[in-house]
């Protein structure tokens, strides 16, 4: 029998730029741009970011309370184990592996590649074609060797993986914070800013025709808040992954108050920095625009080339040069938070493998003291997907899901508190019970509004969550019939 097990090396700043290097990825230089087609409105937009932050924020001191009682691998899974037993825990674990994490893991690592293709275009052609049913270009195989190169580091050691975080984390943390700076310290030597508030509070939904021509679609009452019910996902997606760090609990030094400490300060920082980067874009560039404008100013953040909004305010405050330097910014960025994404997620499979509810193998720990079996696993699913081509499906699927599971390891709280009155909690949730209930009827109504204005992408999501039942019934059997894990 092995000897390794996982070890408590990581402390309080690792376990923050954990959080923090998690939810930065390549979301914060894209989804600007398509908020500013379906809200048309700077004052809805920046509620939408300060939403998401404060929600994000709640449900990080929500789970301080869960994370500080139970500092084990695996994290969210073994709070909702905890709470609900071990079918529901384990949809939870199937959805992480079918799409949240693996899909967002593969999501990651193409925009890395896509963004390689500033320097390299020829990433952009095609390298495979199988049967002219699947066609594979270079950047999905540089998304591939990305994920093998970065889980082979892991593979080597928490050490590794936990240096790549620090210094990338700080790498991107530094190049957003410049970008924030100087975009506002530009643009408001302009009249741009001053101009997207004119009207803030008047919404309107943009959409390109067949035609070429734009319809523009004004919202008030029941469409408005359907829209952004809608639009929120966008700034949601961006803010995700927070939770990761409690997934490798049991190898933080001091769990029970550095994994709640390091929610709260990872979630803050990323929030306010997104905030910042959101007025600095609408400090720089107009809000509306046309997709046949010729430069920045004219196409306006609704239709900047590609979405890439970090990209053309890099380009508003030093010129062409700016495009260039914000491709580089975007491959540190997704490069740090793959990194985090790969180090975190192996540790959940690692605890369904120790509850017989995954591949067996999973559970081993290397001579590096690291769930190597459970790394690779993940990066050869998250390799397929980036061979699907399906990604942006994917994620949003998960978003959903994603969104039931959170409410679900909420509403958790509460009944553990019943359960387990006499439980140590070494932190309690802040704001108990007014923050957790804000942030759960806040987050239903965001999951009923889907369920309305996007039912096949929210529906979806429902149903790989329900896919689950019969694989857990499987794993169940087989351990009955033979007495041993699959």
């Given at each position: 029998?092995?000897?390794?097990?996982?070890?408590?090396?990581?402390?309080?700043?690792?376990?923050?730029?954990?959080?923090?290097?998690?939810?930065?990825?390549?979301?914060?230089?894209?989804?600007?741009?398509?908020?500013?087609?379906?809200?048309?409105?700077?004052?809805?937009?920046?509620?939408?970011?300060?939403?998401?932050?404060?929600i994000t924020v709640f449900?990080?001191?929500?789970?301080?309370?869960?994370?500080?009682?139970?500092?084990?691998?695996?994290?969210?899974?073994?709070?909702?184990?905890?709470?609900?037993?071990?079918?529901?825990?384990?949809?939870?674990?199937?959805?992480?592996?079918?799409?949240?994490?693996?899909?967002v893991i593969a999501a990651v690592a193409v925009a890395f590649a896509k963004y390689a293709t500033v320097f390299f275009p020829s990433l952009a052609n095609e390298a495979i074609n199988v049967f002219n049913l699947l066609h594979i270009n270079y950047g999905q195989l540089l998304a591939i060797a990305s994920l093998i190169f970065l889980t082979f580091l892991n593979v080597?050691?928490?050490?590794?993986?936990?240096?790549?975080?620090?210094?990338?984390?700080?790498?991107?943390?530094?190049?957003?914070?410049?970008?924030?700076?100087?975009?506002?310290?530009?643009g408001l030597k302009t009249d741009i800013l001053g101009n997207n508030f004119q009207n803030a509070w008047e919404a309107s939904k943009t959409v390109v025709?067949?035609?070429?021509?734009?319809?523009?679609?004004?919202?008030?009452?029941?469409?408005?808040?359907?829209?952004?019910?809608?639009?929120?996902?966008?700034?949601?997606?961006?803010s995700d992954a927070w939770n990761n760090?409690?997934?490798?609990?049991?190898?933080i030094k001091n769990p029970k108050k550095n994994i709640p400490r390091s929610l709260f300060?990872?979630?803050?920082?990323?929030?306010?920095?997104?905030?910042?980067?959101?007025?600095?874009?609408?400090a720089l560039i107009p809000l509306k625009g046309t997709p046949n404008g010729i430069d920045v100013l004219s196409q306006g953040l609704q239709f900047v080339p590609n979405d890439r909004v970090g990209a053309a305010a890099a380009e508003m405050i030093i010129g062409p040069a700016g495009v260039t330097i914000m491709a580089i910014l975007i491959l540190i960025s997704t490069f740090g938070c793959n990194n985090g994404l790969i180090l975190a997620g192996s540790r959940l499979f690692y605890a369904m493998a120790k509850d017989g509810l995954f591949f067996k193998k999973?559970?081993?720990?290397?001579?590096?003291?690291?769930?190597?079996?459970?790394?690779?696993?993940?990066?050869?699913?998250?390799?397929?997907l980036c061979l699907s081509?399906?990604?942006?499906?994917?994620?949003?699927?998960?978003?959903?899901?994603?969104?039931?599971f959170y409410i679900l390891t909420i509403v958790g709280i509460f009944i553990l508190r019943k359960k387990e009155p006499d439980t140590e909690r070494p932190y309690k949730a802040w704001g108990y019970p007014v923050v957790p209930i804000l942030y759960i009827l806040i987050t239903l109504f965001i999951c009923v509004d889907l369920l309305i204005y996007d039912f096949s992408n929210a529906g979806m999501g429902l149903l790989i969550v329900l896919l689950g039942l019969p694989i857990y019934y499987l794993f169940q059997t087989k351990q009955k019939s033979t007495g041993t894990e699959v």
């Open positions: 029998m092995s000897t390794h097990h996982l070890k408590k090396s990581l402390g309080l700043l690792d376990a923050t730029t954990i959080v923090a290097g998690s939810m930065i990825g390549s979301g914060i230089f894209i989804v600007t741009a398509p908020m500013a087609r379906d809200i048309g409105s700077a004052g809805w937009m920046m509620m939408l970011w300060f939403l998401t932050g404060l449900a990080a001191l929500s789970y301080g309370e869960l994370a500080g009682m139970m500092p084990n691998a695996g994290g969210q899974y073994v709070y909702i184990q905890r709470a609900y037993g071990k079918t529901i825990s384990f949809l939870y674990g199937w959805t992480v592996f079918a799409v949240i994490q693996t899909g080597g050691g928490v050490k590794n993986g936990k240096y790549i975080q620090l210094i990338f984390t700080f790498a991107k943390l530094i190049a957003l914070f410049t970008l924030i700076i100087l975009g506002i310290w530009v025709l067949d035609s070429g021509k734009i319809q523009v679609t004004q919202l008030t009452g029941f469409a408005l808040m359907g829209a952004l019910g809608a639009t929120i996902i966008n700034s949601l997606f961006s760090v409690t997934f490798i609990a049991s190898e300060l990872g979630t803050l920082i990323v929030t306010i920095l997104y905030l910042l980067a959101n007025l600095a874009y609408l999973a559970k081993k720990i290397n001579k590096h003291d690291v769930p190597s079996y459970a790394l690779w696993i993940q990066c050869f699913w998250a390799s397929v081509g399906k990604y942006g499906d994917l994620l949003v699927y998960s978003t959903f899901a994603s969104l039931l």
